[in-house]
């Protein structure tokens, strides 16, 4: 009996023993299954006076552009410079045969001394009837006569006058010269082929584009026109946006910074309905002759001049579909989400156009630890200009 009751006790206390040894081991992985709140850095924005530019990708394209084709028939004799060469305005580039033409010339000279001839004659006939009549020589019949021998001699003198312009025009233009400076390309006919003249027909010899000043044109969307009226600087108008000159900054393609300098001079007075948007051009001087007609550049210019700004580290802000956010903690250190509209990159970071203010604290590192609603640890900082500024 008493070896019965014994046993009993035991299970008891066994079972006691158990019950305690799993309630510690249960409070120790509770223990351990809370983590510490994750520690992250935070920063108010930075303010800063910024220039905010809008880019734009466009094309250069030649102020002059000029196709040289030949005035009159003949066989090309000379060519006159190298292809690809520097040429200035009135160089003489090709030469046809001259020899029809002086001959032509010649011909129209003499046809003016022989009508000049006859307009003496008939001048010295005119006054001789003239003063008969007087003296009641010769009727009035004559004197009309001799009248219209005199003005038919005159237009006779007046039409190879003008012959002989035009066989001297025709012996010019025998000279292709150029029309205008830059830079010429290849010879599209070789010596010994006959060329073409006229206006239809005439056979194509060469092109030359200028290079100094340049042409850049780009497009600009309707929405963007729309904000820079609105802009107090343009005072809501067009003409104004075009006269007043502002400068744009062009990089080539390869190129890190903005190094060309240029100048809006127009723009287009209607916008393109098939696809919204708006032609501009900027003039570029170019007395280097680094930029090419044809080439691709990307262009900015200022709208809004130097203003104060709130910036925050690019990798700060995250994306969400089509929003984009910086997450915050506030005065109880609770992560929350707000959602912020971006603007350019100023020095590596990111202008915010909207959705902050100079008294948020901002996750500029650990962000990706953390979720809105979120109690953390906080390490404080501030954000700092990482780069100079290149274009004060």
């Known amino acids: 009996m008493k070896n019965s009751i014994l046993s009993k006790l035991q299970f008891v206390l066994v079972g006691v023993a158990i019950v305690v040894m799993a309630n510690s081991c249960s409070s120790s992985e509770g223990q351990q299954a809370t983590p510490p709140p994750p520690t992250v850095t935070v920063s108010a924005p930075l303010e800063e006076a910024v220039t905010q530019y809008d880019e734009f990708t466009g094309r250069f394209r030649a102020v002059e552009r000029v196709e040289v084709r030949a005035r009159v028939d003949g066989y090309l004799e000379e060519i006159k410079f190298e292809d690809g060469q520097l040429i200035e305005k009135g160089d003489v580039l090709f030469v046809i045969d001259q020899r029809p033409y002086k001959i032509a010339l010649e011909q129209a000279q003499a046809d003016l001394e022989s009508a000049q001839t006859r307009l003496e004659l008939a001048q010295k006939e005119l006054e001789r009837a003239q003063n008969l009549r007087a003296s009641g020589a010769v009727s009035q019949e004559l004197i009309d006569r001799r009248n219209q021998e005199f003005l038919s001699a005159q237009s006779a003198v007046s039409s190879a006058e003008a012959s002989v312009h035009s066989a001297e025009l025709d012996l ?7 029309p205008v400076s830059g830079r010429i390309s290849e010879n599209f006919v070789s010596v010994g082929n006959l060329v073409s003249g006229g206006l239809s027909s005439a056979t194509l010899l060469t092109r030359i584009v200028s290079f100094d000043p340049i042409y850049f044109t780009f497009e600009t969307s309707e929405n963007k026109l729309i904000s820079y009226m609105k ?150 900082d501030e954000i700092a200009l990482v780069a100079e500024d290149q274009q004060r």
Do not use: Y
């Open 172 to 178: 010019e233009f025998t000279e292709v010269k150029a």
């Open 231 to 380: 802009n107090q600087s343009f005072k809501s108008n067009l003409a104004t946006i075009q006269d007043s000159g502002q400068w744009m900054q062009a990089k080539l393609l390869g190129e890190e910074q903005f190094t060309h300098q240029g100048k809006i001079d127009f723009i287009d007075n209607e916008i393109d309905q098939s696809t919204g948007t708006l032609l501009v051009r900027a003039i570029f001087p170019n007395d280097s002759l680094q930029l090419t007609p044809g080439m691709f550049a990307k262009a900015r210019f200022s709208a809004t001049g130097r203003h104060r700004e709130l910036l925050v580290p690019d990798k700060a802000i995250a994306s969400d579909q089509s929003q984009r956010f910086v997450l915050t903690v506030d005065d109880s250190s609770k992560v929350s989400r707000k959602v912020v509209e971006t603007g350019s990159l100023h020095n590596n970071l990111r202008i915010i156009e909207r959705g902050l203010t100079k008294a948020d604290r901002v996750i500029i590192n650990g962000a990706s630890k953390v979720r809105p609603g979120q109690t953390v640890n906080i390490n404080q």
